[in-house]
């Protein structure tokens, strides 16, 4: 044992921070040569370990979420869930001005002319001065979480705009109630992998979430294509083709959230958008060899519509203080959506108390590092939905930076299944006792809670 920490701390010997930042270059957020910082361990090595269980199945949630934790609610003119939504609601004109297409687009071209490109320079040089503070195993750190991040991220520039080669639609269609058929087409997506699914009917309510330009383009984070480029972008029809968006929800790993910033964050995050790429395609094909007519839509970057307001629409959640999907598991839920014309049965609303729980708590808001998230008491009309503000500069920034999904990590909600916090979420449905419940979060986990750390977390620690 001795002899082989020796040769470990030998092989470290070779690799300083000052070597590693010549390497570097000192140019970007990228690095470009490997660091082993550990010798090998012989041959015949298994791992195993908690570490090696992919992110978002370190923590099981049941498939289906007690009722106790929720309340059904109609549709109701002038919202979507819990949230107000008004007439003259601003629209969505093109997916291409997004904060992060911006970012990528600036930086693939290397371009910073313009409010984005300006926030884009100053992201890569506060980055680069925070990577010349790294010790060699957050330099290795990052390294892995890069190309883990990469790796997953690929799948959303092979699977952009045109690219995928969609099965034929079956001539011979299997007809079954509409009830009947939204059941086992939820199940069959639970098989391919998904947390919950749920179902909207895609109306007029809904046209102000839908883009007018869509993306042609998948998003890279740092990564480059050859060339200049250019989205030519395309348009988004509407009376739109389909009168269906079945929307697949699957939580993020939690203790890789909970790390809130930095590599292994970002991998936890960038795993499950590709996953969610997948499992979209899966369930197109399933529906498309039923005999109907189907599209994949994935958070690529190159969907349709914001698929936050799509998951309020299906029933999975509500609208949180951080602009994202909350629902009783917690605000670590990506998202996925496919569009169909199979006749189906739209779920209702969900209401598990959101609205006045964010309210009470803002623990999102302050433990932004960006501070992007409004502190305010109440939510405002704000482009004709009633909602809390949000930077989206900022926040794009702070992610350029360090990688960031501390306001899903710190939120309440975001916690294991088991008897306690089931207790927590059925404690915070009520006014009075979401106050309790923030109480009782602040007193075990913190005001500000201690980003978890990497080791017997991230897959590439031994």
Request: aromatic share 8%; net charge negative.
């Amino acid at each position: 044992m001795k002899e082989q920490e020796q040769v470990q701390k030998d092989a470290s010997k070779g690799v300083s921070r000052r070597n590693f930042l010549k390497t570097l270059g000192v140019t970007g957020a990228a690095l470009s040569m490997p660091v082993t910082l550990l010798a090998a361990t012989g041959n015949n090595m298994d791992p195993g370990g908690f570490e090696t269980i992919k992110a978002n199945e370190q923590v099981k949630f049941r498939k289906e979420i007690p009722k106790i934790f929720y309340k059904r609610i109609p549709k109701t003119e002038g919202y979507i869930g819990t949230t107000q939504v008004t007439p003259d609601a601003v629209g969505f004109p093109d997916a291409r001005e997004h904060g992060f297409s911006q970012f990528f687009i600036h930086g693939a071209n290397k371009d910073y002319t313009g409010e984005w490109g300006q926030l884009l320079k100053e992201a890569q040089e506060e980055k680069k001065k925070l990577v010349a503070t790294f010790d060699e195993q957050q330099l290795e750190d990052m390294m892995w979480g890069d190309a883990i991040t990469q790796a997953s991220d690929n799948w959303h520039i092979n699977l952009e705009w045109g690219k995928w080669d969609p099965i034929a639609i079956n001539p011979n269609k299997l007809e079954l109630p509409p009830d009947v058929m939204s059941l086992k087409l939820k199940k069959v997506a639970k098989w391919f992998g998904v947390d919950q699914v749920g179902i909207c009917e895609i109306d007029e309510s809904l046209r102000p979430f839908f883009f007018k330009i869509g993306r042609t383009q998948g998003s890279l984070r740092g990564g480059q294509r050859e060339g200049v480029t250019v989205d030519p972008g395309r348009e988004v029809p509407w009376p739109y083709p389909y009168k269906y968006a079945i929307v697949l929800a699957k939580a993020e790993g939690t203790y890789g959230v909970k790390t809130l910033t930095g590599p292994l964050n970002n991998a936890t995050v960038a795993t499950e958008c590709g996953e969610d790429d997948i499992f979209p395609r899966q369930l197109e094909s399933v529906i498309r060899q039923l005999g109907y007519d189907a599209r994949a839509q994935s958070m690529n970057g190159t969907e349709d519509f914001n698929m936050v307001a799509m998951a309020v629409a299906a029933g999975l959640g509500e609208l949180g203080r951080n602009g994202q999907i909350v629902g009783p598991w917690g605000a670590h839920i990506r998202l996925s959506v496919v569009t169909t014309n199979v006749p189906l049965v739209a779920d209702d609303y969900m209401d598990f108390g959101l609205q006045e729980f964010c309210k009470t708590c803002k623990k999102c808001a302050e433990n932004c590092p960006a501070e992007a998230l409004s502190l305010e008491d109440e939510p405002s009309l704000i482009g004709g939905v009633m909602r809390y503000a949000f930077d989206n500069m900022k926040c794009t920034k702070q992610r350029t930076i360090t990688g960031c999904a501390s306001c899903a990590g710190v939120c309440p909600f975001t916690k294991p299944d088991n008897f306690i916090h089931s207790v927590g979420r059925v404690v915070g449905r009520n006014p009075l006792g979401a106050k309790v419940l923030k109480e009782m979060d602040d007193l075990f986990y913190g005001v500000n809670p201690t980003p978890r750390d990497l080791d017997g977390l991230a897959p590439w620690r031994i």
